[in-house]
């Protein structure tokens, strides 16, 4: 049975300015020179951002916890414990040159829709979750929505464990130093140790609300969209072995030049992959190559590959092709092709859609349905419960970049239709009444 929009909506409640303080906050840890941010996953960055979280939550009675894989939670307590919570947030971690919105807007605007309830007088049914997923980024460490895929069981943790960053860390090792580091940063405070919960568990609902990271809303004079769904996204590690040799001496012949391979395979598949309507998003976003040095053959070649595409059958008969372009593409190399991820089209549901477009009316707040064109966490929360997403528009759809901009009204209206979904599927009583 669908939802309706609260007779009594919180939003009413949401502060702008409250909002607006406290993305400016989070933004000073990992601040960049030209503004933006540089909040790598699980780094004592991240661990400052969450610590501020954890103090925040804090403040309104919320009890923080912290899974198995770095998944960091803020309960707002609902008035029966036996029922799923519904969880709203986003994450922490940013690109190194990243902006001050992605991932983090979501974060706060979910704390912002509890404190809104708080202030309200109005008390859930069921609990809230305000989440931080870890390593939604992959930009440490590949690939990324880590802490989602786990948390719904779409991945194994264990297989993320041993990835390695560009320092060689392992990802268990991060996690255990940034939970220490955490608790080091609370403890000062007077604050207890962030609990350590299972990994997964019953989710009634999820609502992630971004920066659209695109254009369109901002082109149409609207605030907030409602997303229909996300295109899918398969990700590849390829490396490449040659052999090093003297620039000078070393015939063609002979030589096993591991970055001259790799681009072979890259413009190889950026021809195959190219279509005049620009549907195709094929990027090739990381490249190393060892030794690396003016005078010397490339020995080795490791680059990253991101395929895109709104139909599934299409992204998959592309990623079918990855392998063999770049077997034949090698020349005299060794290749090796090993695929990261594999996350297909999906829709949202059209109930909790509904329920955002009645949220939004409810308020005079237009709206347009879009899809997402970007991956988010929400991703691999949706086949676990009924899940949706809003976004509001960002500057000329500048993102991972230091110059991406959201208006603090745009970012206040889409807080305040998060705020009466989050009141209006917290105040069902059971899954069927969510869904």
Request: proline share 6%; with cysteine; net charge negative.
């Amino acid at each position: 049975m669908p939802l309706n929009a609260p007779d009594q909506p919180v939003s009413r409640h949401v502060s702008q300015q409250r909002l607006q303080a406290r993305l400016d906050t989070l933004a000073r840890f990992g601040a960049t020179a030209k503004g933006g941010v540089d909040r790598q996953a699980l780094s004592r960055e991240d661990a400052l951002a969450q610590a501020q979280m954890v103090r925040w939550g804090h403040e309104l009675g919320l009890k923080a916890s912290r899974d198995p894989a770095g998944n960091l939670f803020l309960r707002f307590e609902g008035l029966d414990d036996g029922l799923p919570p519904v969880l709203s947030g986003s994450h922490l971690d940013s690109q190194p040159t990243g902006g001050r919105f992605d991932g983090v807007f979501g974060v706060v605007a979910a704390l912002e829709a509890v404190q809104a309830m708080a202030e309200a007088g109005h008390r859930p049914v069921r609990a809230i979750e305000v989440v931080a997923w870890m390593n939604e980024e992959g930009s440490r460490f590949a690939p990324g929505m880590m802490g989602s895929a786990a948390f719904s069981g779409a991945r194994e943790l264990d297989e993320f464990l041993p990835v390695r960053d560009g320092a060689g860390i392992r990802v268990d090792e991060a996690l255990a130093a940034t939970r220490s580091g955490l608790d080091e940063l609370l403890a000062p405070e007077g604050l207890s140790p962030v609990v350590l919960r299972p990994l997964g568990g019953p989710v009634a609902a999820y609502v992630e609300a971004h920066i659209e990271q695109g254009p369109v809303l901002e082109r149409v004079g609207l605030s907030v969209g409602i997303v229909s769904g996300i295109q899918g996204k398969h990700t590849w590690r390829i490396e490449v072995l040659g052999e090093a040799a003297h620039a000078g001496t070393s015939t063609r012949a002979e030589r096993k030049d591991a970055l001259m391979a790799a681009l072979a395979m890259v413009q190889a598949m950026a021809q195959v992959f190219h279509d005049e309507d620009d549907v195709t998003k094929f990027t090739v976003g990381r490249f190393e190559v060892e030794p690396n040095a003016p005078s010397v053959v490339a020995s080795r070649a490791v680059f990253s590959i991101d395929l895109r595409h709104p139909d599934t059958d299409r992204l998959n008969a592309m990623s079918q092709q990855v392998q063999r372009l770049c077997t034949e593409h090698r020349g005299p190399c060794e290749v090796v092709v090993q695929r990261l991820s594999a996350a297909d089209s999906l829709s949202f549901s059209a109930d909790m859609r509904q329920l955002a477009q009645d949220c939004a009316q409810a308020q005079d707040i237009a709206t347009l349905e879009l899809p997402s064109a970007a991956g988010h966490d929400a991703r691999y929360l949706n086949p676990l419960a009924p899940s949706a997403m809003l976004f509001v528009p960002c500057h000329l759809g500048i993102t991972h970049n230091e110059a991406e901009y959201a208006s603090p009204h745009d970012l206040w209206l889409g807080t305040r239709v998060l705020a009466d979904m989050l009141q209006a599927l917290t105040t069902a009583s059971s899954p069927e009444s969510v869904t």
